[in-house]
């Protein structure tokens, strides 16, 4: 069974400049979701999609950040424009229906650094 | 939004050790637990998913334990080997309007060394 696919696996910016990230979530899973992970804490929570409708983005920077769910599969992510704050490893997941007994599948990530 | 959290931060150990973590989380609007091992360059990998009070599960040397009514899941790892060095991140699920979230603690990350 083919995992999460996320590009590019690393990303260097500078400050003000933007970015996107892509993820190609596991066939059939209806739940995505986009945390953000930074340097000795643990992942957080930016967007969670039930198909191509978003479940909470509570806590999205949405002045800079957006994301979008293209017919319910890929997504990206976009951060326009970029701090240094943002330097941060993006991991996406998903799930095959977003349950509480249904595990997560995670890609890579993409680590961003932003000079 | 549940807050997880999970001690201690940062653990070393020799090869051969046993040792334990600690996942504590709100007992209300508690639905499941979850740990995750994450290994350097790789991406997380489900280890338990944990729903009842008094739950235990067990994937050979490692087990875990579910206590929901005072909030906490232990993780054990026996004879700790080197390829268990990684970070153990635990998530919890609360319920929001719109639906499930899994929200994450702040993980144990185990150094063994041989």
């Not at chain 1, 933007?18 to 967007?47: D, E, M, R």
């Amino acid at each position: 069974e083919a995992g999460v696919a996320q590009s590019p696996r690393y990303k260097i910016i500078e400050k003000r400049q933007s970015v996107a990230f892509w993820c190609n979530p596991i066939s059939g899973h209806a739940t995505l979701y986009w945390y953000q992970q930074i340097l000795g804490q643990g992942p957080k929570l930016l967007i969670q999609f039930q198909n191509n409708g978003v479940v909470d983005d509570s806590q999205l920077p949405k002045d800079r950040f957006s994301a979008e769910r293209l017919k319910g599969v890929d997504s990206t992510l976009k951060i326009q424009p970029a701090k240094l704050e943002d330097s941060a490893v993006y991991l996406c997941a998903s799930s095959l229906f977003g349950d509480y007994y249904t595990e997560a599948f995670f890609g890579q990530g993409t680590r961003l650094t932003v000079v | 939004i549940l807050n997880v959290e999970q001690s201690p931060q940062s653990l070393h150990v020799q090869e051969g050790d046993s040792t334990n973590f600690t996942c504590s989380f709100p007992s209300s609007n508690f639905y499941a637990l979850h740990w995750y091992r994450w290994e350097t360059a790789k991406s997380p990998k489900a280890l338990f998913v944990m729903t009842l009070n008094g739950d235990e599960k067990k994937k050979g040397r490692i087990s875990a334990t579910l206590n929901t009514k005072e909030g906490y899941s232990y993780l054990y790892i026996k004879g700790s080997q080197p390829e268990d060095s990684a970070t153990y991140l635990c998530a919890g699920y609360s319920d929001n309007n719109a639906g499930n979230m899994l929200t994450f603690g702040g993980g144990t990350r185990l150094m063994v060394k041989p």
